[in-house]
């Protein structure tokens, strides 16, 4: 069964760090690319960052450039994204997904999504 499972999440407040996993089970991430999206209450769905299915090319949205950072660690089969100097505007759940093909920030070219974690930013 595939599936991908996030973790990480929490409250932080502003300016902390703070890093998300995305572990896959059914499956080997070296195959796909894994997208994280986010999405905050009452906004929709947002791409945020990619790894290729190579773990050569990394992609990041334009509100997260300089302080996100995707990783992958095949071994654990896990992909990871690192938030640092997080800010009130990060709130979100945060998702990953697998690819049906090459990165990309629409959401309905993923197959398989996780459940989310929520990453609360607050003082």
């Known amino acids: 069964q595939l599936q991908l499972a996030e973790s990480g999440g929490g409250l932080v407040q502003p300016g902390e760090s703070l890093r998300l996993s995305c572990a896959a089970s059914?499956?080997?991430?070296?195959?796909?690319?894994i997208g994280w999206f986010r999405q905050a209450p009452g906004k929709e769905r947002e791409g945020v960052s990619c790894i290729s299915d190579s773990g050569r090319r990394f992609t990041y949205g334009d509100s997260v450039k300089g302080r996100f950072t995707i990783s992958r660690d095949t071994a654990k089969n896990t992909v990871y994204l690192q938030i640092d100097s997080v800010k009130p505007e990060d709130t979100a759940v945060y998702y990953c997904a697998r690819s049906l093909g090459a990165c990309s920030y629409f959401a309905e070219r993923y197959g398989t999504w996780g459940q989310g974690t929520q990453v609360t930013v607050s003082s």
């Open positions: 059914g499956f080997t991430l070296d195959y796909y690319a």
